[in-house]
């Protein structure tokens, strides 16, 4: 879990529901024999000094080149985008729906997700405004790309960590496990 700034408990607390082992991410090292990432919703910019300032963007990178798991929500879809991590070949527009103000929460469907829509809750939230062909659209609202997935990573401009659907997190310790070549949840 990056823990440099955002709403890293509320991931945590649903990883730990789901019984994964979780450890907070502050400095390339706490990377060492990690077997999924999350990085979390919050700010983009604060988290982006975060990540220069520990010297984290080059082990991230590594990280997600190496195939192991990465989910990123809201502020972690920026994050992974062109602009600033380029783990994914996409560019993603901040605050695409609006200020604070704007925020709502909708039921979407999400391709992976199954028993029915997942509730999406959009906090100043971003859209994906370009990708790249290696690029799976999951998910869109009114023809604006909000999930998508490249390799092992899979980025989400809403929140589904601050109510008590665990679907998300449940495919990505999925995506953990067969990366690993375990049955069941993996550590993180």
């Known amino acids: 879990m990056l823990a440099l700034q955002g709403d890293f408990e509320a991931h945590s607390r ?11 991410v502050r400095v ?6 990690l077997d999924g990432l999350v990085i979390p919703g ?31 929500s809201c502020a972690g879809l920026i994050m992974l985008d062109r602009e600033h991590l380029g783990i994914m070949d996409m560019l993603a527009e901040r605050n695409a729906f609006g200020r604070q103000l704007r925020s709502f929460e ?10 029915g829509p997942l509730r999406g809750v959009f906090i100043r939230a971003p859209w994906i405004a370009e990708y790249g062909p290696k690029v799976k659209i999951l998910a869109e609202i009114e023809g604006h790309p909000v999930a998508a ?19 998300l997190h449940q495919l990505f310790l999925v995506d953990v496990a067969s990366n690993n070549g375990r049955d069941g949840v993996a550590p993180l």
């Open 42 to 72: 919050g700010e983009s910019t604060t988290m982006t000094l975060g990540v220069e300032r520990e010297g984290l963007a080059a082990p991230l990178r590594d990280l997600a080149a190496r195939g192991v798991p990465v989910l990123g």
């Open 149 to 167: 997935r490249q390799g092992r990573v899979t980025a989400v401009a809403f929140h589904t960590e601050l109510g008590f659907d665990d679907r």
């Open 14 to 24: 649903a990883l730990v529901r789901l019984e994964a082992e979780v450890r907070e």
């Open 28 to 33: 390339p090292v706490d990377l060492d024999g």
């Open 106 to 115: 909708v039921d979407l469907e999400m391709d992976g997700i199954a028993d």
